[in-house]
């Protein structure tokens, strides 16, 4: 098989730096998505929680991208259980500090691969990651979590919205159409990071094919979108 490494050519380097970012940054992380605690954070993305529930009560949970663990409470406030991955172990290791976390399997794991996992899966839940995925690897990686569904799993994602802020931060346009910004941590280190911020149109485009059941929706006043899908 061919090395993930070669596959993923020029683009690794950014890859690995997103990595080291997000190790870097998660002391940090919670403050900066104003994160407060669980009851908070279901009280303000209450219409996406009401929407989510009913997908994964009492299901088996794959979580791609936990980070430091806060859709993961919510995840594990209703699923059967709930398997969390993410590649940077220092967010593992503060999501582990949270409320009902101790029922979780976490696994530090690249979501580019998704190898090694135990069984298959009844839902595949992703909260913020799919921006962040070069745009060249989002039909890969969308493969790969595919195959970890269960006959008559779910895919679910959710992420932010393009706002006008965003065009006014320091972003680039790479070669293969993704938006890169310019990150500084409290620290002063900077990091490259992807920040790709898909349309309705653009979602329905590449998931429509290869699904069925798909529910997109999203919320100017949350500033998020969310989908669902069951594949074909």
Request: aromatic share 8%.
């Amino acid at each position: 098989m061919q090395d993930q490494d070669d596959m993923r050519g020029d683009t690794q380097p950014l890859i690995d730096e997103m990595k080291a970012y997000y190790d870097h940054r998660a002391p940090w992380h919670d403050d900066y998505m104003s994160y407060e605690s669980n009851e908070v954070m279901e009280k303000r993305l209450a219409p996406i929680i009401e929407w989510l529930e009913p997908k994964i009560e009492g299901r088996r949970v794959l979580e791609i991208g936990c980070g430091t663990g806060n859709w993961t409470q919510v995840l594990a406030r209703r699923a059967e259980s709930v398997v969390a991955v993410d590649s940077s172990a220092k967010s593992i290791e503060l999501a582990k500090q949270k409320q009902l976390l101790q029922r979780v399997q976490f696994a530090e794991a690249d979501i580019y691969e998704l190898s090694g996992l135990d069984g298959r899966f009844d839902v595949v839940f992703s909260g913020d990651l799919w921006s962040h995925i070069p745009l060249q690897h989002l039909t890969r990686l969308l493969e790969n979590v595919h195959r970890t569904l269960a006959d008559g799993g779910d895919a679910v994602w959710t992420d932010m919205l393009h706002r006008k802020a965003d065009d006014v931060t320091r972003v680039e346009i790479d070669d293969h159409g993704n938006r890169i910004q310019l990150r500084e941590l409290p620290d002063g280190t900077r990091y490259r990071v992807v920040k790709n911020l898909p349309s309705r149109e653009e979602l329905v485009a590449l998931l429509g094919d290869q699904s069925t059941s798909l529910n997109y929706q999203d919320s100017e006043e949350l500033l998020r979108w969310w989908v669902s899908y069951s594949l074909l």
